[in-house]
């Protein structure tokens, strides 16, 4: 049984070089299948265990991989599939994203109901919705979503998304570089992530326009061909290390973080006491006096606002601020379950529907706790750098979801944590 123990109290300070965004990467692996000619070259990859499910999704179909360090060469010229291996659908909810490309190259797609974190209900209808608004029908049964383009090919329309949703953003933008005409999506996902997308697809021969907006236009094309892209930086690794920096630092360079990326944490973090300076390759942080937070009230919601994917994070901080702090969840409705570990470790938390409401205490104590999902686990990580004596987090399999070498850039800060692999443990 995988654990991580952290020596709580120590101090960070040097700097920490993010990775390429894993929310990036999934879609972009996924609009890899769109390539009927030439090969794709997408670099600053995160070595992540999504990254590594949807990287042999896109195998099974047919693609070839390539692994160089960071990078990762596609050929999916030889795609011979629409119908991925359900048992790694099954892992990742993000996997659910290669429906539009394989509609859009194939005029079909049968793909399993999608897996992913247990943070509440994230049902595929508004992927269904959109894409059978450009004409495809599609048959819901045994577990698969079964998916059919017209004779003609599927037809650019105007989509109305109920919710911005990130992956019906992306789903609908993929198929519609195929489609015969223009599609608009009105109430689009704005997320940065699929700025990245959109930014690859036009490289690929695509013309998308307005991503990042809430309205997206996409004209269709005959045909695209592979290219070239780095991936953005992670913003949620980033957030994660700005977060730990603000209670332990002495001053920590996060590298390679995107400041506009994250501009509603970072307001956050000035309103509690923590002092930022953004730079051209970086944030800079200082932590908040005495290393305790002034208290904040946060309500998570889409782009640009409040990511909820920085709420476990901000919980975790809270716990030890001076005085009273609420946090609201607004994005799903089944994410405090990180709130019992918390409380284990002396964290004084009460959930009043969705609403966190946290009283601050001096320090939290070291505890035996285990992630319950993936931004939980980097919770229970910064809970375990500010608190006092030794904190073991089990549960990894959730961290190495969505955190490529998260224990090794601690170290290099300063922190006392280590990670131990297929160790028993008596409970």
């Known amino acids: 049984m995988a654990r991580i123990l952290i020596q709580g109290g120590h101090s960070l300070k040097g700097s920490v070089r993010v990775s390429g965004a894993k ?15 030439g090969v794709s070259q997408i670099e600053e990859v995160p070595h992540l265990l999504d990254v590594k499910n949807m990287a042999n999704t896109v195998e099974a179909l047919g693609a070839r991989l390539e692994w160089r360090g960071s990078t990762i060469r596609v050929d999916a010229r030889h795609v011979n599939s629409f119908t991925p291996p359900a048992d790694l659908v099954g892992r990742m909810r993000a996997s659910f994203v290669v429906t539009g490309p394989l509609l859009a190259r194939f005029g079909e797609a049968i793909v399993a109901h999608p897996g992913g974190c247990n943070i509440g209900p994230r049902p595929v209808d508004l992927h269904i919705k959109g894409l059978e608004a450009l004409g495809a029908t599609s048959v819901v049964e045994n577990g698969f979503v079964h998916m059919k383009a017209p004779a003609g090919g599927l037809q650019g329309a105007r989509i109305y998304l109920d919710i911005p949703s990130v992956g019906a953003t992306q789903n609908i933008m993929m198929a519609a570089t195929l489609a015969r005409g223009q599609t608009v999506i009105e109430n689009a996902a704005k997320e ?32 695209l061909c592979g290219a070239t892209h780095a991936v953005i930086p992670d913003r949620i690794e980033a957030g994660t290390f700005l977060v730990a920096a603000a209670l332990k630092g002495e001053g920590v360079y996060v590298e390679n973080a995107l400041s506009h990326h994250l501009m509603s944490l970072i307001a956050k973090l000035e309103e509690a006491g923590a002092r930022i300076e953004d730079r051209v390759d970086g944030i ?7 290393g305790r937070m002034k208290p904040l009230d946060v309500k998570t919601h889409y782009y640009p606002s409040y990511p909820t994917d920085m ?38 938390i ?78």
């Open 350 to 427: 009460h959930i009043e529907g969705r609403t966190a409401v946290i009283e601050g205490i001096e320090r939290l104590s070291g505890a035996r706790v285990t992630a319950t999902d993936l931004r939980a686990g980097a919770a229970l990580v910064i809970a375990g750098l500010i608190a006092d004596g030794e904190t073991e987090v089990h549960g990894l399999h959730h961290l190495d979801r969505g955190y490529d070498n998260l224990v090794a850039k601690f170290q290099a800060l300063g922190a006392r944590i280590e990670r131990y692999e297929d160790v028993e443990v008596n409970v």
């Open 284 to 290: 800079h942080v200082w932590p908040c006096e005495g």
């Open 192 to 223: 940065p992530e699929n700025v990245d997308l959109a930014n690859y697809l036009n490289a690929m021969g695509a013309r998308v326009r307005g991503a990042g907006t809430d309205i997206i236009r996409i004209d269709g094309v005959d045909s």
């Open 311 to 348: 709420q476990a994070q901000i919980i975790a901080a809270l716990s030890v601020a001076q005085g009273t702090s609420t946090v609201t969840e607004t994005v799903f409705e089944n994410r405090f379950l990180h709130v019992a570990e918390l409380q284990r470790m002396g964290a004084n």
């Open 23 to 37: 929310n990036a990467v999934l879609p972009i692996l996924a609009a890899s299948l769109l390539a009927e000619e």
